[in-house]
T-cell receptor, first 117, second 113 residues
Framework: DQQVKQNSPSLSVQEGRISILNCDYT??????FLWYKKYPAEGPTFLIS?????DKNEDGRFTVFLNKSAKHLSLHIVPSQPGDSAVYFC????????????????FGKGTKLTVNP | DADVTQTPRNRITKTGKRIMLECSQT?????MYWYRQDPGLGLRLIYY???????NKGEISDGYSVSRQAQAKFSLSLESAIPNQTALYFC????????????FGSGTRLTVV
């Protein structure tokens, strides 16, 4: 049973526009969420995270929104750039707040973002 | 040098052969993981280790084994490789309190023919 779902395998946007990548989760114990970015021939790299005590976290062009009641989070990239073209993985972990740390991450299947010039 | 180094980067092997993928890290993290990535299936956990004496199976451990030789080294073995083990393999490390989750290696592309 997939606990973290990224239902869009791919997304294509024009340079300068907004990219919105979505992620849904089923485990109500998840309290910390991360986004990773992966280029071909490289390992995933950390992009941005959010704790369940927040509903928004922003870092430059990247913003993650968390809707706990809907068990949904989204990553917004504004403005999108061709260099943002990559696979984006959503990940989640439980008890991060109560334990002060993370056990294992659960990953979604990824969304391939293509930003067209 | 990379924080997490995987060797080899690419490998082609024959069905039935034993193969070892190696991972070493300079992050000083206690926790290490092996994942495989397949198109459309994302990252799936094979094995993980929270310290040198701790080894745990992940969701797809059948056909694989691991060895944690030291805090910095975690190797993955395919005892008898089969074609459906053709995939991209990633090693990762983490610090329990780290807010950025895992640090991944660059991956090993394994092809079993």
């Amino acid at each position: 049973d997939q606990q973290v779902k990224q239902n869009s395998p791919s997304l294509s946007v024009q340079e300068g526009r907004i990219s919105i990548l979505n992620c849904d989760y089923t485990n109500s114990m998840f309290d910390y969420f991360l986004w990773y970015k992966k280029y071909p021939a490289e390992g995933p790299t950390f992009l941005i995270s959010i704790s369940s005590i927040k509903d928004k976290n922003e870092d430059g062009r990247f913003t993650v929104f968390l809707n706990k009641s809907a068990k949904h989070l989204s990553l917004h990239i504004v403005p999108s750039q061709p260099g943002d073209s990559a696979v984006y993985f959503c990940a989640a972990t439980s008890h991060f707040i109560t334990q002060g740390g993370s056990e294992k991450l659960v990953f979604g299947k990824g969304t391939k973002l293509t930003v067209n010039p | 040098d990379a924080d997490v180094t995987q060797t080899p980067r690419n490998r082609i092997t024959k069905t039935g052969k034993r193969i070892m993928l190696e991972c070493s890290q300079t992050k000083g993290h206690d926790r290490m993981y092996w994942y495989r990535q397949d198109p459309g299936l994302g990252l799936r956990l094979i094995y993980y280790s929270f310290d040198v004496k701790d080894i745990n199976k992940g969701e797809i451990s059948d056909g694989y084994s691991v060895s944690r030789q030291a805090q910095a080294k975690f190797s993955l073995s395919l005892e008898s490789a089969i074609p459906n083990q053709t995939a991209l393999y990633f090693c990762a490390t983490s610090d329990f309190k780290g807010r950025d989750g895992y640090t991944f290696g660059s991956g090993t592309r394994l092809t079993v023919v």
